[in-house]
């Protein structure tokens, strides 16, 4: 009971279809997110990737499929349940025009929060999120590391169940990225919350992520640790989006003086380090080329 209870995830997602403009721009038969984990989504420009994080939000109707979330399945009508369980942070955030305290604070007052808490709250992210001393600059006056500090802070501070980000450090310039992208980790130490991350770095979704979701033309094609989709990608396209290099299975059968020769159990016969010494031979012989000619027809 308390095995299944523990195992229940916090995300299902079955049999979803996305369809826009006549266009089927998403199709997930199957996604399950233990709580907890951070999924990071990788794939390129157009793949669906924010799509399939508009579809998690509630904020797009899907026309086949169903989205539960922490046990709450998204319907029409029931959609203010589901979203309060649910944080969102875009690539280009839209602040309200009032401070960054405002900003921050702006969820927990709607949702009734006693002032004493919501401050106590907000100062708290503030101070983790590196932006404190902005509490009370207007977010028009915000250097876009800082404006997406503040929207980092204005999801964090209502402790989502599930935290939903898009590109998250997309607009920024690279050192801003990186410190971010540090802090990122730091806070994700310890945290309960279970995350989508939404990227197009694959060194990002690397370091971060739990899992790779690789979404390709509305498709996760592997959905996997990142150790296991680098080393073996499902397919090419999956193999090119991680850059992984052709990689052979095999061992080292012998080696000599940085000439290596690696068994990849492609040949016949069980003779493979004594043909294997014969290649290392004839290779350092001085008549190089017709030794290891003739050593090869022999094997042959
Ligand atoms: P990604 O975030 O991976 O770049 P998107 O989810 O934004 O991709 O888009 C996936 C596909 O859906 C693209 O082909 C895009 O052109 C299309 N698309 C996105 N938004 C709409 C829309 N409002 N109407 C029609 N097609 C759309
Ligand atoms: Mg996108």
């Not at 508009?54 to 319907?75: F, H, I, K, N």
């Not at 197009?200 to 971060?208: D, G, P, Q």
Request: proline letters at 4%; a neutral charge; glycine letters at 10%.
């Amino acid at each position: 009971m308390t095995a299944a209870a523990s195992a229940t995830p916090m995300v299902q997602v079955r049999d979803l279809e996305v369809v826009r403009a006549q266009r089927r721009i998403l199709v997930v038969d199957s996604l399950s997110i233990p709580p907890g984990e951070t999924l990071a989504v990788v794939g390129p420009n157009g793949a669906g990737k924010s799509t399939l994080l508009l579809a998690l939000a509630g904020l797009l109707q899907p026309t086949r499929g169903s989205v539960v979330v922490d046990g709450v399945r998204l319907t029409r009508g029931g959609e203010l349940d589901y979203r309060r369980r649910i944080g969102l942070v875009l690539p280009a955030p839209l602040l309200l025009s009032t401070t960054v305290f405002g900003n921050v604070a702006a969820g927990l007052r709607f949702r009734g929060v006693a002032t004493a808490e919501t401050r106590e709250r907000v100062e708290r992210w503030l101070e983790r999120l590196g932006i404190a001393h902005l509490r009370d600059r207007p977010a028009s006056q915000l250097s876009s590391g800082e404006a997406q500090r503040t929207s980092l802070a204005r999801a964090l501070v209502l402790e989502p169940r599930l935290l939903l980000l898009d590109e998250p450090f997309a607009a920024l310039d690279s050192t801003t990225r990186a410190q971010l992208l540090d802090d990122f980790e730091r806070l994700g130490v310890g945290g309960t919350a279970t995350r989508v991350l939404v990227t197009h770095h694959l060194h990002e979704a690397v370091r971060l992520g739990d899992r790779l979701a690789v979404l390709l033309d509305g498709q996760i094609r592997q959905c996997d640790t990142p150790e296991r989709v680098m080393a073996s990608p499902a397919d090419a396209q999956v193999a090119a989006l991680v850059n992984a290099e052709a990689r052979i299975r095999g061992h080292i059968v012998a080696s000599d003086d940085g000439l290596v020769v690696v068994d990849t159990g492609a040949g016949s016969g069980s003779d493979v380090e004594a043909r294997a010494r014969r290649l290392l031979d004839a290779a350092r012989s001085p008549a190089g080329e017709a030794a290891r000619d003739s050593g090869q027809s022999r094997g042959a």
